[in-house]
């Protein structure tokens, strides 16, 4: 089944009760039961439900997996993962990353005593020379947050694998239209779907996919008895917004592109970030393992301060300043101040998170009117 098609009729099937084309949002927290322990599938909303069911079947094919998970929200998914582990264990992560990611890994897991090396996944031979007999598991971002690097899946899963370590990918910038790291050889992908797989700012939820049987039993068992589920309602959503996910990746891309060309242009841009463009360290990388390079672009801009950022955004038009990305409306953000806080500034500065790294989630409306938008802000810095 070629990708259009798939995405619009994953995991859906007409009703059998009453022929309804879109699954229903099975709004109930528990099941009648014919006797004890003898039901049609479903006891305990916690631990499944029909909507849900949908949507995971729904997450697997799109993403060619055996398996999908749908949790309450990406770090809920992330949580997930990282109790595969035990204390003592050593994860080796991409240094350049979402903030969240990083803080659960630092203030929570940490602690509970996982420990972590932040390296350049970029290059397989830094990732090798940071192995310890200890690491069980290596942890990328592909694009990455926010400075969107492109780390190579099928050479660092020949690595990790040739060590007994799990791969894990997010693939939350690619999504499964443009990327897929489990064909690649990655052994669990995560998404926040919060992003393009719902696709339209209205939802909160997380998703795993991979095909190896025992993790996945353990994975569930974790979310079950965490309880770290989305509702139906939210399922629903992103059950909807999938059906339209390659139409939307091919205008986030050829937007972004139009929009990258004018940001490298531009006097006061001093820097682009975008897997896009021939200049990005990793374009021929990015070429041979994404469909298209993404909606995602960071850029520098020419400031002396913070300060000077203060008309710019006040220029804004269209483009939001709001945390978050993958809506088909076009969001920025200042990753410095919003998304990645959470990092010491030393370490923001030592990646490349300076006070003039500016993030944008290009949307699906007209290219022109977004560069416009952004050629009227720059002005006024």
Known sequence: ??????????????????????TPVYFTSTYAQEAPGVHKGY??????NPTRTALETALAQLEGAKHGIAFASGLAATDAILRLLNPGDHVLVSRDLYGGTYRIMRRVFEPWGLKFDFVDTTDPAVVEAAIRPETKMLWIETPSNPLLYISPIAALADLAHAHGIRLVVDNTFATPYLQAPLEMGADIVVHS??????GHSDVVMGAV?????????RLRFIQNA?????????CFLVLRGIKTLPLRMQKHSENAQKISEFLATHPKVSKVYYPGLVTHPQYLLAKQQMRLPGGMISFEVKINSIEDLKNFWKSLQIFTLAESL???????????????????ETERLALGITPGLLRLSVGIEDADDLVSDLKAALQRL
């Open 1 to 22: 089944m070629k990708w259009h098609t798939l995405a619009v009729h994953a995991g859906t099937e007409p009703d059998p009760l009453t022929g309804a084309v879109m």
């Open 43 to 48: 006891e305990y909303s916690r631990t499944h």
């Open 193 to 198: 779907a919060t992003k393009y797989l719902g």
């Open 209 to 217: 996919m991979l095909n190896d049987d025992e993790d996945a039993q």
């Open 226 to 234: 965490v309880g770290a589920v989305p509702g139906p309602m939210d």
């Open 326 to 344: 993958g809506g088909v409306e076009s969001l920025i953000n200042h990753p410095a101040v919003m998304t990645h806080a959470s990092i010491p």
